[in-house]
């Protein structure tokens, strides 16, 4: 037959029930509102990357990095920064004896006084690092192995200690505060320095040990448990002082409450742990004296050390690290460097760039410049 | 006990007297249910099919491992970004699944009318119960398979199209059970029929009044659920099978999901992602065992392991280190990434229906989107395959000019035509000169009595046809198998020559003067597809025995005189090239020894028990022969507005456009002509059952003998014509070697060509082209694009399937995947949406895998800087956070709103999507690109900070900074950076971008000000601004 399948087809569309199993339903729509936004035709700003507009970005940016960069590089350079290793790797050197013969349990400190010459004066406020090498603080079981709310003054962590701090959790059944083996690994050396006068005698160098911590980290995490109870080694009765530690937290700084226990601004230093196996650590700061003499001036010193941190086993060194400190922090040339080259890089591919346009640019009318 | 394999039914309820007590049988109420969950069942349901999907599951095994094992990071971390997914998408599962229950509903809550106790009751359809007796009135579709009772036609019959069901809309006639009684109320009787089955044309069912009374009943007597009334004012009809138990229902099946080529992408990327993100933790875990090796490296004095640890075993404890390193740099398999795409794809598709520019008038709809997870689809098709009629075609034919005697009749516009043709000494119009005044005559009433037209009953106000008058404008009167005869007959009628129509054997026509001439109708040879003509026998008052044919050209020309050809072929082919379909009209007069010897062999030939149609067809040849032409015709398929704009642009893309259609090929091929898929310049290649034929005589050998590789060279467009049979015959060979052969060498030819026409097509034939092409090399992108539910197969079969939502029911809308009203909306949404869609898309993954890469890239490097101790370089809050809130909602902003291009320039240039062809942007060079970046920002990252700390004092109080402070400052780059990055590459800023962006980088500031102000300071902040400026321009 005549095409059987092909038929007057009359307006059988709109079946009074759409009968059967619709996918989404038929939702009728009513004429779609007319607005910008769901005709997709909101006022746009498109950006044309011409060489017009390329070019003077990559001259502009080159021309304000490199200044910016020989500031910076300036800057760090000006830093003074003396480093003194006293380890005592080599049998010559003064603290030899002492990191040989190392024990955790000898009860007689042992010394070792490191000279060293300053050819040039510190002028500004000198700060005195303590700096540690191939030491993994930042090693996860490390890192994790501490109690935040038992170094927040919690009552309850204080006599029971987060799991987390083992095997640095009890001693003798009591629980250790701080607990943790960051905690119960504190630097331990004594450092002081004292100036040789021409004429041989020994001027100790005030070391100021206040304000090495973060402000956020002494006021905000840390606080002694017992709030403003002065009497610490009641407050800590109970505990156990970490196994390495000599004395108990509360013993820290018996001279000044405020920086006693978990508020002492070198267990707050070390606690705050470091990101790299190598690292330096505020110790101290030396102020500037009010007159114009320079805070170190030139010339002989000694460094006494009270040797009493083992880091031979595992390779590390220790380091004494004297800086001044500029707006930008302690000396780091690679700031500088990094704005030179990024806006040397800029400015060269600027030229390169134009003379391409210059040469090229008319015969291709829009020549992009990939960024 | 009951036979399982059949049922009973008592109809309306009532048992027979004589049967014992009835045991209520029971059935599945008449619910429709398409949804998938309930409110009870949806939650493990849900969340079942979700982890199905192996990227959730490998977040769940992610997450219990970090429960389980002791790992770097928190469950919380990985936990958080799996539960916000798969809320996001069970939300969204719900919506659509919400919708499904709403047009359940839509469907369930129909109210239909039923006889219950000689009361009729207005129900729910839901309601209906097996047994129920229901009314149905004219153009409402039937709520259940019923059987029909009882017609409000005299002659027990009702009409019903099936369009929805199988695509056939022409008019079928149903029967009502012979010798039952007229009042339903006190019919008793069972009806035993067969299990529900999915057959639509089988049903065997008897059919019994409680006395002896059995009538076999089979599929004429049966109305399906789905098909609709038509031509019947209304109907009664028991409910023999309900709700699911329909065989509208069992025939349904459900829409396979689709999924896009971009998500094959992205699972390639993860799989190079995954293999990083193996071999990272790999090369962690063996260097974390060299590294340990080394005397006091592993358990220096200061760090010392729990006995629980030192319990281990070193094997189990290298499994868990393994596991702990996946664990660590997991975050660079982004979980949010499928919640963004989702998100994006969800959103996006709300622009597609919101387009105004889609809006029809005429239906007062917009476009519809089924789908949302094939939106970046539109923008990667490489071949369109769409239906003729109704989609390219508006199926409404028009008859527009005519040949008579070879003086060319050009009909005039309407309005003043009347006026013009009713004169009753003057021509028709006519251009220059006028055919004699018998010959238009002859040819008009050719016209009129040439045909298998019916004259429809007027609905109504009783039968208009018994009164001899049809009303000029009541065009709807006619019902043909072919819409041109419908045009002919009408174009005859605007000469002044109208079918009234048939009186037992007698065709009755009005002449110009409103006469009423009547022809006794003695034979009518039908229409074939070989022979391409049809004819009547008609026989005069006066006596006249005359033979009035029509039919293509090919087929009469060599069938009258030559020189009557010569007149009227110029004609026939510029209106063939014009994409008219013509039809040629001719006529002889039999004297009356050869109408009875034709007569005769007509008679043998129908009577005839073997070989009926070749007997029939000689007799046709035979009396076919000798006629003298009289004119030809030329009607138009109005094309879609727009149609051949739209095709040129979508050829202008690089897209194929294959015509699949169940028309003729002459009608086809001049819609193809029309469309402008075939230009003048095509050359045409043919494959049908006809050149088949001559092939065979002349060179049995090979049809496919044309050698592909001359063709490359030579600038020709070629268009290729297959039918269907020759395609069954080229698919389905019998399994030798050969057949494969020819399928391959069959795609080989058609995807040489620029235009392909496939005619005469049946529905599932449509699907198996679609398949074929679809699993041809290089895997295309195809689309369908289809309006009637015959095109239902291939729309569901193709990549995207397109539904119009034209004339045919809404079959094909309901089964597309987007539904637009006109076929001249395709433009708009594969050039517009979809090359958007796609370029937002690939953007959206490509910048996914590059954040997550240098995310996770620094803290892979710390591992080298940390003893391998799976010590995380950021803070916990910031993992979890940096794919969630710091860097989610500028791409995702991006993503929706980016236009790289406006809309109107890549309409208005189509070749602008040959850009994006080929998943462009998703292939190994562009992710390659961004990788490197990625590896490249990384490294500049992580080690520009390493340099920044080799001296930790960065503040102007010698304070020096710990290891969260160097995360962060690491982090706080890679925000401004990949923030920045997109900033960079967004090209349509409009104000949510700026806000979003800017907001972002805001809400890090904020929220690392409050989250950090216990590990920072104000001061640290200021560091990192400069810092940033300087790693941002290296980038």
Sequence with gaps: MMASNYNAKEEDGHQPAAIGHGGAGTVKNKKPDNTAFKQQRLPAWQPILTAGTVLPAFFVIGLIFIPIGIGLFVTSNNIQELEIDYTGVDMSSPCYNCSQSYSWNSTKPCLCSVPFFLDQPFESNVFMYYGLSNFYQNHRRYVKSRDDSQLNGDKASLTSPSKECEPYRTSDNKPIAPCGAIANSLFNDTLELYYIDPNGSRTAIPLVKKGIAWWTDKHVKFRNPGGNDNNLTVVFQGTSKPVNWRKSVYELDPSDPDNNGFINEDFIVWMRTAALPTFRKLYRIIHKKTNMTPTLPLGQYILEVTYNYPVRSFEGRKRMILSTISWMGGKNPFLGIAYITVGSVCFFLGIVLLIIHHKYGNRNHSADIPS | ??????????????????????????????????????????????????????????????????????????????????????????????????????????????????????????????????????????????????????????????????????????????????????????????????????????????????????????????????????????????????????????????????????????????????????????????????????????????????????????????????????????????????????????????????????????????????????????????????????????????????????????????????????????????????????????????????????????????????????????????????????????????????????????????????????????????????????????????????????????????????????????????????????????????SSEEYDQADTGLREAKLALQDREEKLMAVYNQVETGMSLIGATAVEDRLQEEAAETMEALQGAGMKVWVLTGDKMETAKSTCYACRLFQRSTELLELTVRTLHSWAKSKPVSAFSVPPRSWSSANQDYGFIIDGATLSLVLNSSPDSNSSCYKSLFLQICQNCTTVLCCRMAPLQKAQIVKMVKNSKGSPITLSIGDGANDVSMILEAHVGIGIKGREGRQAVRNSDYAIPKLKHLKKLLLGHGHLYYVRIAHLVQYFFYKNLCFILPQFLYQFFCGYSQQPLYDAAYLTMYNICFTSMPILANSLLEQHICMEVLMDNAALYRDVAKNAMLRWGPFLYWTLLGVYQGLLFFFGVRFLFSNPALQDNGQVFGNWSYGTIVFTVLVFTVTLKLAMDTRHWTWINHFVIWGSLAFYMFFSFFWGGIICNQKRVKQIKIYILSLRFVT
């Design chain 2, 1 to 590: 006990s009951r036979k399982v394999d059949s049922r009973t039914i008592y109809v309306g309820h009532r048992p027979c007297p004589t049967t014992e007590a009835l045991i209520p049988p029971k059935f599945c109420d008449n619910r429709i249910v398409s949804s998938k969950y309930t409110v009870w069942n949806f939650l493990p349901k849900n969340l079942f099919e979700q982890f199905r999907r192996i990227a959730n599951f490998y977040f769940l095994i992610i997450f219990l491992v970090q429960v389980i094992v002791d790992t770097p990071t928190s469950p919380v971390t990985s936990g958080l970004p799996l539960f916000f997914v798969i809320t996001v998408t069970a939300i969204k599962q719900g919506y659509e699944d919400w919708l499904r229950h709403k047009a359940d509903n839509e469907v369930n809550k129909y109210l239909v009318t039923v006889l219950e106790d000689g009361r009729r009751a207005r129900k729910e359809s839901e309601k209906i119960k097996v047994g129920d007796v229901v009314e149905v009135v004219e153009d409402e579709t039937f709520p259940c398979d019923l059987i029909l009772l009882q017609s409000s036609r005299e002659d027990e019959t009702c009409f019903v199209t099936t369009a929805s069901l199988d695509g056939e809309s022409n008019h079928k006639t149903h029967y009502t059970v012979p010798d039952t009684e007229k009042n339903l109320e006190s019919l008793s009787a069972t009806i035993e029929c067969e299990q529900p089955q999915p057959d639509l044309y089988k049903f065997v069912t008897v059919f019994s009044r409680c006395v002896v009374f059995f009538r076999s009943l089979g599929p004429e007597n049966l109305l399906l659920k789905g098909a609709t009334l038509k031509n019947t004012q209304k109907i009664y009809g028991v409910a023999v099978y309900s709700g699911m138990e329909t065989k509208m229902a069992l025939n349904y099946q459900g829409k396979s999901q689709k999924r896009s080529a971009v998500e094959k992408s992205i699972n390639a990327f993860l799989l190079v992602y995954l293999c990083i993100l193996v071999s990272k933790a790999l090369v962690c875990t063996t260097l974390k065992y060299v590294w340990q090796s080394r005397p006091g490296q592993d358990e220096p004095w200061y760090n010392q392991k729990t006995q629980k640890e030192k319990d281990t075993n070193l094997y189990l404890k290298m499994f868990t280190d393994f596991l702990s390193f996946m664990v660590l740099f997991n975050f660079i398999i982004p979980v949010s990434m499928y919640v963004t795409v989702e998100m994006q794809k969800f959103l996006g598709s709300f622009f597609i229906s919101w387009d105004k520019d889609f809006f029809d008038p005429e239906i007062q709809e917009g476009a519809l989107v089924n789908t949302s997870d094939l939106n970046e689809e539109l923008g990667q098709v490489e071949y369109v395959f769409t239906d003729k009629t109704g989609t390219l075609t508006q199926n409404n034919m028009e008859f527009i000019e005519c040949c008579i005697d070879g003086f060319q009749y050009k009909y005039a516009d309407s309005g003043t035509e009347l006026d013009g043709f009713c004169v009753t000494d003057g021509p028709v119009s006519m251009l220059q000169q006028k055919a004699g005044r018998e010959k238009e005559e002859l040819f008009l009433r050719a016209l009129c009595l040439c045909h298998t037209v019916q004259v429809k009953e007027a609905t109504g106000q009783g039968d208009g046809v018994g009164d001899g008058m049809i009303h000029p404008a009541d065009l709807r009167g006619f019902i043909a198998s072919s819409p041109d005869e419908v045009a002919l007959v009408k174009g005859a009628m605007k000469y002044g020559f109208k079918f009234l129509g048939m009186e037992s054997k007698n065709m009755r026509v009005m002449n110009r003067n409103n006469d009423v001439e009547t022809y006794e109708l003695l034979h009518v040879l039908n229409f074939d597809p070989v022979r391409r003509r049809m004819s009547v026998i008609v026989r005069t008052k006066s006596g006249d025995t005359m033979l009035f044919c029509k039919g293509a050209d090919s087929s009469i020309f060599p069938r009258v005189r030559q020189e009557e050809v010569d007149r009227i072929r110029m004609h026939v082919e510029r209106n063939a090239t014009e994409g008219y379909r013509t039809l040629c009209v001719a006529y002889k007069l039999l």
